[in-house]
């Protein structure tokens, strides 16, 4: 019986995440603004871009592109592509089921097959495509939730359950503030809750990501009123059964307690941290939702199962004890951190099809 041995990828974390083989290599995620000759972008999070485009070739998707667009300081010289291919290798993406426009990068060469997740969800939320794990030989994968005892309840139920509490708050003529992001939650919430009322009505910074995704028809828009036009308008004075979209803050935030003092509405608030038993507290909020963009632990473990690589690198977040907690199940797991060089040059080949 031979040993078959192959040369491989290599995965890098240095100030950047950086996949080499020997014909090429692509950065991806970077937030700085330094030239790459490729650079994959998976969503439009400010943690994930820069705010000067690099004038290089961008693999993203095209709603991230618009937000690219919308958000970027400069992004003149920047060429976006939908997918890319260079000497046998292709650069192709898939939806990633974290927010509009997300999705992970499949790298496919002769040298072998890699996944990059970027931030990850595989629950259907019903207007994004979640994340479907295929095989590959390397994947990396994100970890904010990667720790046990990170476990968001079952998604259905927990709207269904919110939108109870809700509708009987508007019957009783009493407004609602639901806060989160305003890419990507928000429009998760726009989608579960906005048929509960005619009176939509969005901060500021919602109101601008939402006009702007509306005028592109894409799902998770909807038809809404700004906060300053529904102020200049007396609408909030007039009808109490209205729901307000504004960014996480806490209930001592000044608008907050304007919201609250004028016209004694209730704070909602929609994060994976709310799982934390003492986040409403913190947060000084009503009412605080354990629902997120990224996948909990068990579906971290699930997408590593699904795609059985020869070796998973794991980013952000718990890393290190995702990681941990993969070699525990028998995978070969490294966690990338900033002072790591993690370089694959030997596996033992693949029977992967
Ligand atoms: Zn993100």
Known sequence: MFLVYRYYMKVYLTNVIRVDEKDWKIVCDSTNSRFY?????????SDHIPRKIPPTKIVTSSITEMLIKHFASSFEGASFLQKYSLDGTSFV???????????ALIINSSEGKLVYTGDVSIRDKGFLEPFKPEICDTLIIESTFGSPGYEFPNYDQIISETREKIRKYLEDNTPVVLMGYPLGKAQMLYHAFSDLTDLNIMHESNFKINSLLLSRNIRGSIPAISYQNAEEENILEEKKNWILYAPLR??????????????????????GWCISSNYKFRMDVDHSIPISDHADFSELIEICEKSNPDNIYTIYGHNIKFAAELQKRGFNAYPLSKQTILESFFHKSGTKN
């Open 37 to 45: 000759p490729l650079i994959f972008y998976s969503h439009a999070h």
């Open 93 to 103: 993406q898939k939806p990633s089921g974290h927010i509009v426009g997300s999705t």
């Open 250 to 271: 806490s209930g001592r935030n000044e608008f907050n307690m304007h919201m609250r003092n004028k016209y004694g509405t209730k704070l909602f608030a929609f994060s």
